[in-house]
């Protein structure tokens, strides 16, 4: 079975060759590794394009991402959004980090297969990576009052993008009550402006300016 990426196409009109034919490996690459070593549920691997991928890139139409740029994307789990922002923007510098070891291996021969040069991917905690950035990412790992003191610290003091540097949190559901307690400024722009599928009913990206 293969699944091609018509559904990235649909909302992403100016993709290269090279970009389309990464994108289409995937389904398979996913469906490989995941036999293997868990790193999306089962019932998942057939929804890949919308909720795994699409989801990822709804912070690419809400911040493109400038060639040099450093991105930290924390807990990628299998390399979400990490990946799927590494081939939409292939001058950016994305270090995808996760304290599991066995999906950091997932992570690697994923970026292998596809000859992304712009991936680094380590088997850390957030706490630990080294350097400065310009954004960090990230895909629903912990409520914000936890999540921000990991990377707090780790931002470059200028920006190079019109969006000024900061945290792109992918998350859903009500999220006043956890923003409230984060005590964090943090601006909610909701997916389904992108998007127009159910799934994306819900779906925000977070965006915490520093």
């Not at 009109?13 to 970009?19: A, D, F, G, M, R």
């Not at 922002?85 to 510098?93: G, H, N, R, V």
């Not at 984060?182 to 389904?192: D, F, N, T």
Request: proline share 4%; with cysteine; aromatic share 12%.
């Amino acid at each position: 079975m293969e699944i091609k990426s018509t559904l990235i196409q649909k909302y992403f009109k100016n993709l290269t060759p090279v970009q389309i034919a990464q994108f289409d490996q995937l389904y398979n690459l996913y469906s490989f590794w995941n036999a293997q070593i868990n790193v999306i549920s089962r019932k998942d691997i057939d929804e890949l394009y919308e909720r795994h991928i699409l989801h990822s890139l709804g912070i690419a139409k809400f911040c493109a991402f400038k060639p040099a740029e450093r991105v930290l994307d924390v807990g990628t789990g299998g390399g979400f959004p990490g990946i799927p922002l590494a081939i939409m923007f292939p001058e950016t510098q994305f270090h995808l980090v996760d304290s599991i070891g066995k999906k950091i291996k997932v992570v690697s021969e994923v970026a292998a297969a596809l000859e992304l040069k712009n991936v680094k991917a380590s088997h850390l905690r957030a706490e630990q990576a080294d350097g400065k950035y310009d954004f960090v990412v990230s895909r629903a790992v912990t409520r914000l009052i936890d999540f921000y003191p990991w990377v707090k610290g780790k931002f470059n003091k200028e920006s190079k993008n019109a969006l000024p540097n900061g945290i792109l949190y992918l998350k859903g559901g009500d999220l006043k009550e956890e923003i409230a307690e984060s005590k964090l400024k943090a601006e909610l722009y909701p997916l389904s402006e992108y998007f127009e599928e159910d799934f994306f009913e819900t779906k925000y990206v977070v965006y915490i300016p520093q």
